[in-house]
């Protein structure tokens, strides 16, 4: 009975090591950092040093009764052009969240307030996220490994469980007979 509980404690360790890890999470990043979403902000300057993944958001903070979210074509993008939008992420709050939920290209401009012609536009690629880089998957490896490692020792803590728990089930199956 020990023996088929060690080995049980034994393979859920290994399943537990054995679990894949989700290396990158997605990220909030707030647009304009903390300018925020506001003209006179080049924001493809803001938005060139970083990567931009599937399921990441976008997080815009803005006078609410100024300016606006909204999503366009490339060509509208380009133009400043509001009309005909893709998406309109405005929720009334200064406060939008635009979810990269498709790997594509993403146009996102102010069409209130002439917020556009002043700077008010981004343009995004959310990218598929990188594979686990070769630190990641050593850390998986040697995540497994301690597991296993562990498991060699595990007799040591389930053992003395099992005896434990045997012994208080067969006093209390005494207690009961009396």
Not at 101 to 107: A, G, L, P
Not at 141 to 151: K, L, Q
Request: hydrophobic content about 45%.
């Amino acid at each position: 009975m020990a023996r088929i509980a060690l080995m049980a404690a034994a393979a859920v360790l290994a399943f537990l090591a054995m679990a894949p890890v989700k290396e990158v999470a997605a990220k909030k990043w707030t647009v304009g950092d903390n300018k925020f979403w506001n003209p006179n902000i080049n924001y493809t300057i803001w938005a060139q040093d970083k990567h931009f993944y599937l399921d990441d958001w976008l997080y815009f903070v803005y006078e609410r009764n100024q300016y606006n979210v909204i999503e366009v074509n490339e060509t509208n993008y380009r133009s400043c052009n509001a009309d005909n939008p893709i998406a309109n992420w405005t929720r009334g709050a200064g406060r939008d969240l635009v979810h990269l939920n498709e790997t594509r290209h993403y146009y996102l401009i102010s069409g209130n307030g002439g917020g556009c012609y002043g700077g008010m536009k981004l343009a995004v690629l959310a990218k598929k996220p990188p594979p686990p880089s070769l630190a990641s998957a050593t850390s998986i490896e040697n995540s497994a490994r301690r597991a296993f490692a562990i498991s060699g020792f595990a007799h040591q803590f389930v053992l003395p469980v099992a005896v434990f728990a045997a012994i208080g089930t067969m006093w209390e199956a005494v207690l009961l007979v009396w």
